[in-house]
Nanobody
């Protein structure tokens, strides 16, 4: 069983920054990926960003240029640096891990999920 733990959320004013962390054991095998999703109140969970063990990165269009995903293999941790935050970024953020990920945009393809962490951006 893989236990993912998110940290680093909180409240910030528009234009501010936060860095989310996801402790992700087993993030070492080929094809393995960790993704960040978010879910705003009353909305569906949406994909934000992914990182593979081979270093491939991808971002949802609305966060490109503002968010950066990275990994520290020694710490089994994936980070999501969020800059220039907007009120529409307010959501519960989740990290998810899949050992052989085919479609990063499909929540059903992930086996492991964290509990989620709240990010609130005020205007």
């Amino acid at each position: 069983q893989v236990h993912l733990v998110e940290s680093g959320g909180g409240s910030v004013q528009a234009g501010g920054s936060l860095r989310l962390s996801c402790t992700a054991p087993r993030f070492t095998s080929n094809g393995c990926a960790v993704s960040w999703y978010r879910q705003a109140a009353g909305k569906q969970r949406e994909w934000v960003s992914s990182i593979y063990t081979n270093g491939i990165l991808s971002y949802e269009d609305s966060v490109k240029g503002r968010f950066a995903i990275s990994k520290d293999k020694r710490k089994d941790t994936v980070y999501l640096q969020m800059n220039s935050l907007k009120p529409e970024d307010t959501a519960m953020y989740y990290c998810a891990l899949e050992e052989t990920l085919i479609n990063p945009h499909s929540p059903q393809d992930y086996t492991y999920w964290g509990q989620g962490i709240q990010v609130t951006v005020s205007s």
